[in-house]
């Protein structure tokens, strides 16, 4: 018998009944609930009269529309002040005490993003299956956990069921040999492999990541890897156990300890692939080949190079790719054939699920240290991904940095990702982003994003332009 | 329970681009919602409306966006969408099936979809139908060429039927298909699975004590 992927002793470690039908009921470790995505599967609960399977496979935290603004932030709960964001976040708090679900309230210092929490509390550990009614949910797989979203029915399931209704994926590598150049990171890979394989290349199958370059990736680069699978359609990015992992997890808030960590490590180390695993599709790239990354349209795959140009819609090869490019462009208000150094961003924001850990926040200061924002950028935003990246930044007086550069330091949450709360761009106004999407409307009504790293959107505030953060940094 | 879906016959709309993503279904600030229904005046609301949309607003009163085709009079009670390649793509929010349902549409066709979304789709009584690129682009001629054109989606027979009476079948999961014939809710089935669940639960805690526990003690 061939050996074993990652996904596949993932899924079979985690089947409770495979039926002729094709499906199967797949048993889930962990939970992970926030206020947007399950008001309405508790309220499905309580029409039904349900409880939840097991409570102690569930944590919650407010992340989504939580303000950022410290001075709205320390009203708590009462003091947010838009009405309909307060009842969401009310809601979450009264569903948990009614169904007795531990939560992370909103002040908590363990506080932030529920896919930055997750990890760092030791909630998230290898071999686990995890869900969350997020799709970046797809995040916590660099810890070779089976992690992706699901929808608001799927939440009250596992609630109720402590089970998921699957069916298994196909097995999609993506191996990535040699080791990412000076001032490339894990986002601009996942971006790079975005544009090779396309938004959709990854639909339908689980991804694991492998190879050098991978294995030479710190833990929090392989979070923002695994976080951006989705983006390229997958639902689920799996990265193998190696040290790495393990010195990762070693003494968080919720890893075991004791006698329990050691039987846990040696479950740990079988979490890989086996030799001779068959994979459905194989993708390689060569790690050297990867430069910082700019998004120039309204979908993930619209990327190019930072020395590159935005394209020429009547170049590409289909017709509908074409149509795509030609509308991005008009909503982005740029024309083909653009240098990308060209493009002036109004507004920078580095936070999200996807870069707002503590090394992201270290690899921005670094560039901003003792420079100041350009005059023609409106507002730098720097939003920590939980409380702990926080106070750790404040410790390391990073906050400083920002601060000293002409930038705002803010409470964590998602804040401008998906612009539910206060911070949003306005119509026409550019923004270099370190989040995940840059679709229509994404971040406010008419807001143009452009994905990049956060050591490329902290050189852009201090630009003023795109430019590859390499030129600042080695001058 | 959801609603049932056998064979559906409904007037066609077209949503003709590429990656329509789930913020494009439904905007983020509608996500704010507490409640389950209510979402379908807010559908496609930013190609829809020319203002910027808020929760709770009178949609009535707003000026829509004549250009946007949901907007032309001949569209009007459309209840098939008729779409390009990976529509849904983007969150797992639930909010953008609700929103479609919610406006009236049964029935998705697409030569492809993102995984949540289609997931989601069987989930609120939507039935999403892939069909080949070149069959899309056939049916969005057909579409365009004739007002009010119609199309017959047979979930049983696996089969979507034109009005001229040529026909295409299409692929879906048993699982999916039964459960959206009969209107079945998920979690009662599953739940006839507890005593596979519970003896699931006892092996694994046996294997992976460290799973359970819960995160009541505080963190260090």
């Known amino acids: 018998m061939a050996g074993m992927t990652l996904y596949d002793k993932l899924w079979h470690s985690h089947l409770v009944e495979e039926r002729d039908d094709g499906s199967a009921l797949i048993y889930i470790d962990r939970h992970l609930t926030h206020e947007v995505t399950s008001p309405q599967a508790f309220e499905g609960l309580r029409l039904a009269g349900r409880r939840p399977w097991r409570r102690d496979a569930n944590i919650a935290v407010p992340d989504h529309n939580v303000p950022t603004d410290s001075a709205e932030r320390k009203g708590g709960v009462a003091g947010i002040l838009d009405p309909v964001s307060r009842l969401q976040v009310q809601t979450l708090d009264e569903n948990c005490a009614e169904f007795d679900i531990v939560e992370i309230p909103i002040n908590d210092v363990r506080q932030g993003i529920v896919h930055v929490v997750g990890p760092e509390q030791g909630i998230t550990l290898p071999g686990v299956t995890l869900v969350c009614g997020d799709s970046h949910t797809s995040t916590h797989g660099a810890l070779a956990a089976l992690a992706h979203g699901i929808g608001t029915s799927e939440v009250e399931h596992v609630l109720a069921t402590q089970c998921l209704l699957a069916q298994k994926m196909k097995n999609l590598q993506v191996r990535v040999s040699g080791r990412l150049g000076e001032g490339v990171t894990a986002k601009d890979l996942a971006l790079a492999i975005i544009g090779e394989i396309g938004t959709a290349g990854g639909t339908g199958y689980a991804i694991e990541y492998a190879g050098e370059a991978i294995e030479a ?48 490590v040696a479950a740990w180390r079988d979490l890989h692939s086996d030799p001779g695993a068959v994979f459905d599709r194989v993708v390689e790239l060569r790690a050297e080949d990867v430069k910082p990354q700019v998004t120039w349209g309204t979908s993930p795959e619209m990327v190019a190079p930072v020395d590159g140009v935005v394209p020429d819609p009547d170049s590409m090869d289909s017709p509908t790719r074409a149509e795509a490019a030609r509308r991005a462009l008009e909503y982005m208000g740029l024309a083909a054939g653009t240098p990308i150094r060209d493009i002036r961003p109004d507004r920078v924001f580095i936070g999200s699920c996807t870069n707002s850990r503590i090394e992201d926040l270290r690899a921005a200061a670094a560039v901003v240290r003792g420079r100041r924002v350009a005059d023609s950028v409106k507002q730098a935003l720097v939003v920590p991904g939980s409380g702990e990246v926080k106070r750790q930044a404040e410790a390391e007086g990073l906050d400083r940095i920002f601060l000293d550069a002409g930038m705002e ?20 106004e550019h923004c270099a982003s370190t989040s995940n999407r ?4 994404r971040q406010g009504a008419g807001g143009r994003t452009h994905l990049v790293s956060p050591a490329m959107a902290a050189a852009a505030a201090i630009a003023g332009h795109f430019i590859d953060v390499r030129e600042l940094t080695e001058a | 329970m959801m609603q049932k879906l056998t064979v559906h016959e409904g007037l066609v709309a077209p949503m003709d681009r590429a990656n329509v993503d789930t913020d494009l279904i439904i905007p983020k600030q509608f996500l704010k919602s507490i409640k389950r229904t209510g979402f379908g005046p807010n559908l496609f609301d930013n ?36 779409a390009r390649e990976n529509f849904g793509c983007g969150s ?22 993102a995984d949540i979304f289609y997931n989601n789709c069987f989930k609120n009584g939507i039935l999403p139908v892939v069909l080949p690129a070149d069959v899309v682009d056939a049916l969005f001629a057909a579409l365009y060429a004739n007002e009010g ?24 999961d048993g699982y999916r298909k039964e459960r959206l014939l009969e209107g079945l809710d998920d979690i009662g089935i599953t739940l006839k699975s507890a005593d596979a669940i ?19 003690r505080p963190a260090s």
Not at chain 1, 409 to 428: H, I, Q, T, V, Y
């Open chain 2, 92 to 113: 797992s929010r639930e909010h953008a099936p609700w929103a479609l349902a919610d406006y009236g549409f049964r029935c998705i066709i697409a030569p492809s979809f």
């Open chain 2, 198 to 216: 519970r003896a699931y639960e006892a092996r694994w805690r046996e294997q992976s004590p460290w799973l359970f526990g819960g995160f009541d």
């Open chain 1, 217 to 264: 990736l710190s833990m929090e680069g392989r979070m923002t890897l695994c976080n951006m699978s989705i983006e390229a359609g997958a639902r689920i990015g799996l990265i193998a156990v190696d040290d790495t992992t393990i010195d990762y997890v070693r003494g968080r808030p919720y890893a075991p300890t004791g006698e329990l960590w050691d039987k846990a």
């Open chain 1, 409 to 428: 330091w803010r409470e964590p949450g998602c804040s401008m990702c998906l612009a539910m709360n206060a911070d949003k761009l306005g119509p026409g």
């Open chain 2, 47 to 82: 190609l829809r409306y020319l203002d910027e949309g808020e929760p709770g607003q009178d949609c009535s009163q707003r000026p829509v966006n004549p250009d946007f085709p949901l907007n032309f009079p001949r569209y009007q009670d459309a209840s098939i969408l008729l």
């Open chain 2, 149 to 172: 054109y119609t199309l017959t989606v047979d979930l049983r027979a696996q089969r979507v039927v034109a009005p001229d009476g040529s026909e295409w079948s299409f692929d879906v």
């Open chain 1, 438 to 441: 840059n679709f229509e409307g």
